[in-house]
């Protein structure tokens, strides 16, 4: 029994250890990631190693430093390929992305954050950022709000309580305020980003529920905020609610 617990434990720091590398782009030292995650620096090197020798981290030539190998992008690949919402979700945000001319973004939950797996352009559109696989937090995007319309406010309470940083002027702080914020979303069915989490974004989404009437994902449509007019984002919120209705048999 204390021969299966100690493995289990050392799998978790060496998932930890993997799972730190997505904070951010940056290689990362063997100290930088003991003394981030509070572990022994000869425990963090023996797992660098481990994932070296087996090609999900690689050294950086310029600063000699730690940074994801080939078969984390394999893996990753892999998730995105098999993912089922992603799959189902496809031809409708290509479809969405040539009618508005706009990104069309689609995400699932990840605790109080939102994880992006799905992004589409129009045909001939080119984008400025690439946005699978990062993670933002619920409370500043107009997808993650959307997915948290089913949240218990108390549960809310924990997100604020935790962490909330102002990314912009318009990020709303105040736990009442977005509460109050909320509950105008959820009773008109979408929510709205307006330059919330990045200066010149605005976003519109809308929750993506399963048949059992469970929110899943999300489904947001994003650009330029002087192409997003108050009205543009009404007529844009018609669209993802149709596409949610669609969709709805179809995910389990």
Known sequence: MNNSNATVKSLL???????????????????????????????????????????????????????????????????????????????????????????????????????????????????????????APMYCTAIGKAMLFKTDDEKIREMFNDRIIKFTENTITDYDKFIEHLNISRARGYAIDNMEHEYGIKCVAVPLYNQMGEIVAGISISGPSLRMSDETLEIYSTYLLEVASNVKRLLI
Request: net charge positive; no cysteine.
């Open 13 to 135: 720091k060496a998932l930890k250890v993997l799972e730190y590398f997505l904070n951010d782009y940056e290689p990362k030292s063997v100290t930088e990631i003991a003394n981030a995650l509070g572990y022994p620096k000869s425990t963090v090197s023996n797992i660098l190693s481990t994932f070296h020798q087996e090609g999900f981290v690689e050294v950086d030539r310029q600063s000699g430093k730690y940074k994801l190998g080939i078969r984390s992008l394999e893996l990753s690949s892999h998730t995105y390929q098999g993912n089922s919402v992603r799959r189902i979700l496809h031809p409708y945000m290509e479809q969405l992305a040539e009618k508005t001319r706009e990104e069309v973004l689609l995400a699932t939950p990840s605790g109080f954050d939102v994880v992006y797996i799905g992004m589409t352009l129009f045909q001939g559109g080119v984008s400025r950022r690439y946005v699978i696989g990062s993670r």
